[in-house]
C-alpha cells in the first residue's frame, strides 16, 4: 500500500483566492511526522510546513495552514491568498519511526494560480 | 546559517561512465539522504546515512552507492551509466535521523546521460 497518497495530479486556484491539496497518508506507527513541500520548476524542493503526529494543533506557517485529520489519516495543506509565485509542484511526506524513519514522498499535485 | 549545497549543479556524462555527487548538509546536520527524481517514476528515495552509517537504502541496483564523512558531507556514486540514469538528484539534511526531523533539500544535480 501507498504510505503517502496525493489524489489531485493538477489544480487551479484564482490569484488571492484559497486552495487546499489533498494528502492522505498510511501507517499504524504512533510516532510520525507529516511534512509538505514546494517545488517550483527550478528543481529545488523547499520545506513549507511540519506536523507531529502527537500535535494537538493544526499546523500553520503564514499562508500556509495544515488541516490535520488523525482518525480520517489525511493531511491537507491550504493555502491561503494565493499569489502567482505558488504555481509549482506540492509534495506531502511523512517520516515514521516504524520504518527506520525513512521519508516517503506522495506524487505531488501541480498547483496554479491563475491571474 | 548556509543551506544544503550540491556540487555539481549540471553534469553530462555517456553511457558507460561513472559520475560523483557531492552533498554538503547544513551545519551541525548529521543525517543526509539522497533522492533521484524523473518525470516518469517521481521522487524515488535512494538511501539515507546518519554518522557516517547508511540507515536506509531505497530499491536501487547497486551501481548506485554512497558515503558519508566525518564531517557529514555525502557524496553518491553512480558505476556504469545508463541512460534512464538521467535524473534530477537531490539530496537532503536533517539534524537527526528521528519522525519528527525535518529534511532540508538542496539545489540538486542535473544529470544527463547520452
Known amino acids: 500500500a501507498q504510505k503517502i497518497t496525493q489524489t489531485q495530479p493538477g489544480m487551479f486556484v484564482q490569484e488571492k483566492e484559497a486552495v487546499t491539496l489533498d494528502c492522505t497518508y498510511d501507517t499504524s506507527d504512533p510516532s510520525y511526522g507529516l511534512f509538505w513541500y514546494k517545488q517550483p520548476s527550478s528543481g529545488e524542493m523547499i520545506f513549507l510546513i511540519y506536523q507531529g503526529s502527537y500535535d494537538q494543533q493544526n499546523a500553520t506557517e503564514g499562508r500556509y495552514s495544515l488541516n490535520f485529520q488523525k482518525a480520517r489519516k489525511s493531511a491537507n495543506l491550504v493555502i491561503s491568498a494565493s499569489q502567482l509565485g505558488d504555481s509549482a509542484m506540492y509534495f506531502c511526506a511523512m517520516r515514521e519511526s516504524g520504518t527506520g524513519n525513512q521519508f516517503y514522498f506522495g506524487t505531488g499535485t501541480s498547483l496554479t494560480v491563475i491571474p | 546559517k548556509a543551506g544544503v549545497t550540491q556540487t555539481p549543479r549540471y553534469l553530462i556524462k555517456t553511457r558507460g561512465q561513472q559520475v560523483t555527487l557531492s552533498c554538503s548538509p547544513i551545519s551541525g546536520h548529521r543525517s543526509v539522504s539522497w533522492y533521484q527524481q524523473t518525470p516518469g517514476q517521481g521522487l524515488q528515495f535512494l538511501f539515507e546515512?546518519?554518522?557516517?552509517?547508511?540507515?536506509n537504502k531505497g530499491n536501487f541496483p547497486g551501481r548506485f552507492s554512497g558515503r558519508q564523512f566525518s564531517n557529514s558531507r555525502s557524496e553518491m556514486n553512480v558505476s556504469t551509466l545508463e541512460l534512464g540514469d538521467s535524473a534530477l538528484y537531490l539530496c537532503a539534511s536533517s539534524l537527526y535521523s528521528g519522525p519528527t526531523d525535518t529534511q532540508y533539500f538542496g539545489p540538486g544535480t542535473r544529470l544527463t546521460v547520452l
Open positions: 546515512y546518519f554518522s557516517e552509517t547508511q540507515r
